[in-house]
């Protein structure tokens, strides 16, 4: 029986992406079908709600979706549709795997770790006013509950990979009450895990290692703001946005999420490079079991980079989606 997913479709440039992977999963006969459903301004443009209750329901019941990414409303506010999603369906920690993608240029090679990210606290809360004009006051809100879930979770996924070390980033020695409660609840889940090694750094200092030696990192487990800043520096270590993968995890709900994307007015239609879409894909074929489907299909994505005949245009090309779809889907043969 096929996995039924929740295909969360935010629009734009993520129409083209789901047709380049409903091809390639078809392609190795992937076990899964998708239920499609739209957020975001795709939603708002077809007279619903930007998060229909329709959906959030849905993605509870299976307790899985891919998404692409949630376009904000055209009238330029600030409106960011992909945290409210996570708030409304309570996911609390962000997986960013961070690899080398063969043929995929980067400053370092042997890359391999994973970023967790802290997501329902920390500065990101956006509780801040102004206090008198002129002067304004954000809080950094840290919660020792928040903070033993997000650890543990961290810990058991280390365990799951069957990784080694987890390493804590903070800025402890500064913000010793905030960044310092968010330590110790690392030390104390940590002795509950003997078979991983916990480390611990200054966030400063993990800017400069991650640029200097990022091999010497296994998982990295972070608060929200820094991990945000992280995410991206550990995606241009190893060749930027086509290499950027989000999976959200909550209670029983795991969302795997295109982390780049936008609209036709942005990027015409057949433009967008898909890989930022399949990455996450493949990522959801392997938690589901299907490894060896994903490999397939990230193998024939390599030898396509490595030729280096058919690239999208943000990695130096011409290409367009369909065209690289086309291109990856020769490679399987």
Do not use: W
């Not at 770790?113 to 956006?126: C, N, P, Q, W």
């Not at 299909?297 to 011409?318: C, N, Y």
């Amino acid at each position: 029986m096929s996995r039924d997913v929740i295909f969360i479709q935010g629009g734009g440039v993520g129409i083209d992406q789901e047709r380049s992977i409903r091809r390639l999963l078809a392609a190795v006969g992937a076990d899964i079908s998708f239920e499609v459903m739209y957020a975001g301004r795709a939603a708002v443009e077809q007279g619903q709600p930007p998060l229909p209750p329709e959906l959030i329901a849905a993605v509870r019941q299976r307790g899985i979706a891919l998404k692409t990414k949630l376009l904000p409303p055209r009238d330029g506010s600030q409106v960011n549709y992909n945290v409210q999603l996570r708030r409304a369906l309570g996911l609390f920690a962000s997986v960013r795997p961070v690899h080398n993608l063969e043929g995929l240029p980067s400053r370092f090679r042997g890359v391999n770790f994973l970023l967790v990210r802290e997501i329902t606290e920390d500065l990101y809360t956006a509780a801040e006013h102004e206090i008198v004009p002129g002067v304004v006051q954000s809080l950094k809100i840290v919660t020792e509950a928040a903070c033993l879930r997000f650890f543990r979770f961290a810990f058991e996924l280390t365990r799951k990979q069957g990784r080694k070390t987890v390493h804590c980033i903070h800025k402890a020695n500064i913000l010793k009450l905030a960044d310092g409660l968010f330590l110790d609840c690392f030390r104390r889940v940590a002795k509950e895990f003997p078979d991983i090694e916990p480390k611990e750094m200054i966030v400063d200092n993990g800017c400069m290692q991650l640029v200097s030696r990022p091999q010497q990192f296994d998982v990295i487990a972070t608060g929200n703001l820094y991990g945000d800043l992280l995410s991206d520096l550990g995606a241009g270590l190893v060749g930027g946005i086509s290499v950027a993968t989000g999976i959200n995890c909550g209670e029983g709900i795991t969302v795997y999420e295109a982390i780049h994307g936008a609209g036709y007015e942005t990027v015409p239609p057949d433009r967008a490079n898909p890989l930022p879409a399949i990455l996450p894909a493949l990522e959801m074929l392997k938690d589901l079991g299907q490894a060896e489907a994903a490999q397939r299909i990230q193998s024939a994505i390599e030898s396509v980079l490595l030729e280096g005949q058919v690239r999208p245009a943000d990695l130096g090309g011409t290409a367009g989606t369909e065209a690289m779809t086309d291109a990856i889907l020769a490679k399987l043969g």
